[in-house]
């Protein structure tokens, strides 16, 4: 069984459209992380969300953290066709960034 | 801004050969990770390394991998014999010192294994 997953495989939305991708876990955490994995490239961290905070923003960005549902969401406003890739959220079990990634939501975002 | 590079992109072998990726990590990163991902699959953790060590393993570090960084060099990931299964795309990640540097990716090497 997966240790983290996100909820939904794929995702599409409109340009300027707000959309949430989310993601459940099973172990206990540290902290959670979201990373965006674009088409030929290795993933890149977006957030990363320690187990006794309930939000953080980057910039579009905003990520929640409920660690009584083990689940977490990542929003992002105003999508931009350049926001069209694959996100995971993975887990770390004590921030040694052994990280246990989820399958991934693919959003296109449409012009 | 520093890159992680991995050479090279792709590398084709037959099966029971040898192959060694290498990674080129940020200069000034002390920590370093590969990671697996097979088409269509979730990226899943290998091994990291610090300090000329491994520090731990997945159970599928199998005992035909290994990882060494010798004098400062390349970070790699040797495979010897390679299986049909080890075909994959793998990524090496390097980050620095402290829990708040996140790590940088590279782009990956593709493995195919015929």
């Known amino acids: 069984s997966q240790l983290a997953e996100e909820n939904l495989w794929a995702l599409s939305v409109h340009e300027g459209e707000s959309v949430t991708v989310n993601c459940s876990y099973k172990?206990?955490?540290?902290?959670l992380q979201w990373y965006r994995q674009k088409s030929g490239e290795g993933p890149a961290q977006l957030i990363l969300i320690r187990s006794n905070e309930r939000e953080k923003r980057n910039g579009r960005l905003r990520a929640t953290l409920d660690t009584s549902s083990q689940s977490s969401s990542l929003s992002i406003t105003a999508t931009r066709c350049e926001d069209t890739a694959v996100y995971f959220c993975?887990?770390?079990?004590?921030?040694?960034?052994?990280?246990?990634f989820g399958t991934g939501t693919s959003l296109l975002v449409d012009p | 801004g520093p890159k992680v590079l991995q050479i090279p992109s792709h590398q084709i072998i037959d099966m029971g050969q040898m192959v060694t990726l290498n990674c080129d990590p940020v200069s000034n990163h002390l920590y370093f990770y590969w990671y697996k991902q097979i088409l269509g699959q979730q990226m899943e953790f290998l091994v990291n390394f610090y300090n000329g060590k491994v520090m731990e393993k997945s159970k599928l570090f199998k005992d035909q991998f290994s990882v060494e960084r010798p004098d400062g060099s390349y970070f790699t990931l040797k495979i010897q014999p390679t299986a049909l299964e080890d075909s994959a795309v793998y990524f090496c990640a390097s980050r620095g010192q402290g829990n708040n540097q996140a790590p940088l990716f590279g782009e990956g090497t593709r493995l195919s294994v015929l």
């Open positions: 993975a887990t770390d079990p004590y921030m040694g960034y052994k990280l246990t």
């Open positions: 172990t206990s955490i540290t902290a």
